[in-house]
């Protein structure tokens, strides 16, 4: 069974930074796309961040280059270095992976992590 599990969430000021991350229970992770997504009320889970097997990232227009993707394929784990947060940024966050095509959304969720931006 995959298990993801986010941590680093929380509430944050204006202009503040948080670093989430998610441990993936998945065997030959390096093999897969990993990526953030975030959900805020009323909307869809829409794609923030996702990096490849080869460390290729994407980034939606609305977080580069404040936010930061990075992965640790031998500690299982996908961070989600996040700067200079806005009150849009708030939403639950969730990790993803289980892809191989860069960089579509896999099965594997995880639970979601809070983050809210505000003053």
């Known amino acids: 069974q995959v298990e993801l599990v986010e941590s680093g969430g929380g509430l944050v000021q204006p202009g503040g930074s948080l670093r989430l991350s998610c441990l993936a229970s998945?065997?030959?992770?390096?093999?897969?796309?990993m990526g953030w997504y975030r959900q805020a009320p009323g909307k869809g889970r829409d794609l923030v961040a996702a990096?490849?097997?080869?460390?290729?990232?994407y980034y939606a227009d609305s977080v580069k280059g404040r936010f930061t993707i990075s992965r640790d394929n031998t500690k299982k784990m996908v961070y989600l270095e996040m700067n200079s947060l806005k009150p849009e940024d708030t939403a639950v966050y969730y990790c993803?992976?289980?892809?191989?095509?860069?960089?579509?959304?896999?099965?594997?969720w995880g639970q979601g992590t809070q983050v809210t931006v505000s003053s």
């Open positions: 993803n992976t289980g892809a191989t095509v860069a960089f579509a959304r896999g099965p594997y």
């Open positions: 998945l065997n030959s992770l390096s093999s897969y796309i």
């Open positions: 990096i490849a097997t080869g460390g290729a990232t």
